[in-house]
């Protein structure tokens, strides 16, 4: 009797002590658990403006931009890793910045300077979350403002135009009339004016940045004006001068005509057929090399709140598109050229028309 009932004391003294053990390394390895999740977590969102995240241009190189990212720092898209939220309008401006703050992600960026206002309105609410916005200024400790030298890399493609066209009339095609579109507009015209004095440029404004039937008319008006190279700086609008380009190429496929895009390579929109394609060439401006900096510090805790960064050709960030078919040595030698000059402050490319009327050509 004694024996069993030592026995049973001695299995219940080790069944308390299995129970205990097994809760006190459980209670350790969520503590890590938890640990680990704090310290690894991080997340980032985007707000397209209305051109959308496929507007093959601005929006998109950001998201390819912020998606490649994510994927090498081992993130998944959605809640917790990275993703976005396009607008419609500009009333979704706000209301997209305030459901990812709501969503906790840790930093969230304004694609387009349309955005301004509604992230330095949601910075302000929310001081513990970081935001970027691109293509503008916000004066907030918990905003990044990215900018870039869209005026130099418009020279470039400014300086292959006026070598390129052969009736010496030159358009560009502008999304929203303003100072930063401005920039793309005389950079470009004093590039074409630098390399070929007597070309005109004729410069027309679609008023958005998502309107390609417009922006297909204004080119259709342009090209049957003579002008036979086209430069835009209008996102989606831009979609319109492709379309119309690629319409008359196929109609007379004798004809000079030039479509030069914009923001990233878009020489997939220029396309005729296999042997034939009237994308001249493209500014390339990487949003994308921005938005994996931006994110890779703020990750590092390293957020740059507060202050303005800019990137040009310095940081590789700004110059001309990779697909280079259609462009001759002495456009590519004049580029070559050209670029060595602006980056040793010999040329100083002009940012307003004001600069422009002062620009030695």
Request: glycine share 12%; aromatic share 8%.
């Amino acid at each position: 009797m004694k024996k069993r009932k030592f026995g049973l004391a001695l299995s219940l003294v080790l069944a308390a002590g299995t129970i205990l053990g097994a809760c006190g390394n459980g209670d350790e390895k969520d503590k890590t658990a938890d640990k680990g999740t704090k310290e690894d977590s991080f997340s980032v969102g985007m707000v397209t403006d209305i051109g959308g995240v496929d507007d093959k241009s601005f929006n998109q190189s950001a998201w390819e931009g912020l998606s490649a990212w994510g994927k090498e720092s081992g993130m998944e898209k959605g809640k917790g890793g990275y993703d976005y939220l396009q607008s419609k309008s500009d009333a979704d401006y706000t209301t997209n910045l305030q459901r990812l703050a709501r969503e906790n992600f840790n930093l969230i960026f304004g694609i387009g300077y349309l955005l301004q206002p509604a992230v330095e309105e949601i910075a302000k609410q929310r001081k513990d979350t970081n935001f970027a916005i691109v293509d503008s200024t916000v004066d907030q400790p918990n905003v990044a403002s990215i900018t870039f030298k869209e005026h130099e890399g418009s020279f470039l493609v400014g300086v292959v135009a006026g070598l390129a066209t052969k009736s010496n009339k030159v358009g560009f095609i502008g999304g929203v009339d303003g100072d930063l579109i401005n920039k793309f507009e005389v950079g470009f015209v004093a590039g074409v004016k630098s390399v070929n004095p007597k070309a005109d440029v004729d410069v027309e404004y679609v008023g958005s940045f998502g309107d390609a039937a417009k922006g297909k008319s204004i080119a259709d008006k342009m090209y049957n004006s003579g002008i036979d190279v086209i430069y835009h700086a209008s996102g989606g609008s831009g979609e319109g001068l492709f379309a119309d380009a690629v319409e008359l190429k196929k109609k007379d496929p004798s004809r000079t005509i030039w479509a030069i895009g914009v923001d990233k390579d878009q020489s997939d929109l220029g396309k005729v057929d296999d042997k034939t394609n009237i994308t001249l060439t493209s500014m390339v401006k990487r949003v994308d090399i921005a938005v994996k900096d931006v994110a890779q510090k703020a990750k590092d805790g390293e957020f740059p709140g507060g202050k303005i960064l800019e990137y040009g050709l310095e940081e590789n960030a700004i110059g001309i598109a990779p697909t280079q078919d259609n462009l001759t040595p002495d456009m590519l030698k004049a580029v070559e050229e050209w670029t060595t000059k602006i980056k040793n402050g010999d040329v100083k490319v002009p940012t307003t028309r004001d600069e422009l009327k002062n620009f030695k050509y």
